[in-house]
């Protein structure tokens, strides 16, 4: 049951650092193309394969093509969103309107993540001390089908400017299963080259040697200081 | 600011494929070899490029090499994992007692994740509905970490049997920041082909086509049905 584990070769190394360096959190760039089932059968059997606590694989994918119940999400949105704008500190408001932060409309596909907490008993193996963690798997499969989407050509967006109980109403979840993402999904042709939120001067990326510790949290790392 | 974002090669896919599929949570395969620098940097780095909810960056890493800290962590696990059994159902309890469900003290290096929720201010871009994300931000940083080392030949385990509060005791981590993730991670030379927990039955692979709905949860997927 145990085979050889050892490091990729180089040219497959390669491949896997480009996908995580070319991901992106895609709003307006999706194509009018409908993502074929094969394709997407492939994106969602990668976010299936993610680590699970206790193995319980606890994510449902909700495929969402119909135009009318995209419509009734991307309303929601704008409730939202206009709410949101009011915690905003008032010297970025006016960037933040300018942003665009869903593609619910324009993507073809969108796709609801849920996590059903239940799925292999109450607790379960590793979830006594830390019962958010399957939560936590999930947010894994969404990053495996969201990298595998990208090695496809295809664009996702996650929209988190969503009240998790107009969701449940518009999509029929039921009151026990967590809701942890909501992805809008196609084909780009183009994409930022570094993330959007970058680009536009909403915030900076973090210098990585800020990031790490050695053995006691606030220990500056000797690792770090290439 | 936008470049080509089209579908990756045949060989750079199955090469991110490979990835997605080969990776496992490692218990007890861990050498006695240190990870290098670089490796280990690169590794870090591919964390830091996952997406972060409004780009807040909310992940820092603590890297425990220190052997007395880790085996305070050991104990503390010890503690937990008695507790766990007893919420374990009694047919099942056996089986949970020879599974081994962490690689502590065998792995060189442990790596604790955790999410500063105030990075970016109290609420932040995408978080006035779903304050959770920047967790689940966290979570996806895991994901890439893993997937990046799984490619270098680095295993990694991620050990949840864990009381948040000891290991903030242990590590010093400060009351306003969250412990997400406390990673094994070392050399591996072989790895399990199956996940660890389904080739000991300890649960099994559920069917993709199960997971997936249509538009509305519970409506059984065409796209599915292949």
């Known amino acids: 049951m145990l085979a050889p584990a050892g490091s990729f070769s180089k040219a497959e190394r390669d491949a896997v650092y480009r996908v995580i360096y070319a991901r992106r959190d895609v709003r307006n760039e999706f194509l009018d193309q409908e993502v074929p089932r094969d394709v997407l059968m492939r994106i969602l059997d990668a976010a299936h394969h993610a680590p699970s606590v206790g193995f319980m694989q606890p994510w449902n994918f909700i495929l969402i093509h119909d135009l009318s119940i995209r419509r009734s999400v991307c309303e929601a949105f704008s409730r939202s969103v206009r709410e949101e704008e009011q915690s905003i500190e008032a010297g970025k408001r006016a960037l933040y309107r300018n942003l665009k932060l869903e593609g619910i409309l324009k993507a073809p596909l969108n796709i609801c993540v849920t996590c059903d907490r239940a799925r292999m008993g109450k607790t379960g193996l590793g979830r006594s001390q830390q019962p958010e963690t399957d939560l936590l798997s999930t ?83 000797e690792a770090a200081n290439d």
């Open 139 to 221: 947010a894994c499969a969404v990053q495996n089908l969201w990298l595998a989407a990208r090695a496809e050509g295809v664009g996702v967006g996650w929209v988190s400017i969503l009240k998790p109980e107009e969701l449940r109403m518009i999509l029929g979840i039921p009151e026990e299963i967590a809701i942890v993402a909501y992805l809008c999904v196609g084909f780009v042709e183009r994409a930022y080259v570094r993330p959007e939120l970058e680009v536009k001067n909403w915030a900076k990326r973090l210098p990585l040697d800020q990031l790490v510790f050695d053995n006691l949290w606030g220990e500056r790392s």
